[in-house]
């Protein structure tokens, strides 16, 4: 059986505020993972912190992985 090793590389906390008329209506709080393989091979997930929301383990593939979770997240929030 084969398997493969994620470590996780990097953790943030990321803070997104939705704003209405310049005022920020809400501001959303992502606990953010990002794992490689060691072979440029990543994987993020992210998890809101109501936990309401969650993004399951995805591959990543930008060049700025942080900035791809938080358009992941950002996709999260505008869906709702």
């Known amino acids: 059986m084969a398997h493969r ?8 906390l990321i803070e997104i505020d939705t704003c209405e008329d310049d005022k920020v209506t809400k501001s959303w709080i992502w606990d953010v993972y990002i794992a490689s393989d060691g072979k440029k091979n ?8 109501t936990g309401d929301y969650e993004i399951s383990w995805t591959v ?5 992985l942080l900035q ?10 505008f869906e709702i």
Do not use: F, N, T
């Open 60 to 64: 990543l593939r930008d060049h700025d």
């Open 68 to 77: 791809e979770m938080i358009r992941h997240c950002q996709m999260v929030m």
């Open 42 to 49: 990543y994987r993020g997930r992210a998890k809101e912190s």
């Open 5 to 12: 090793v994620y470590p996780v590389e990097s953790h943030y």
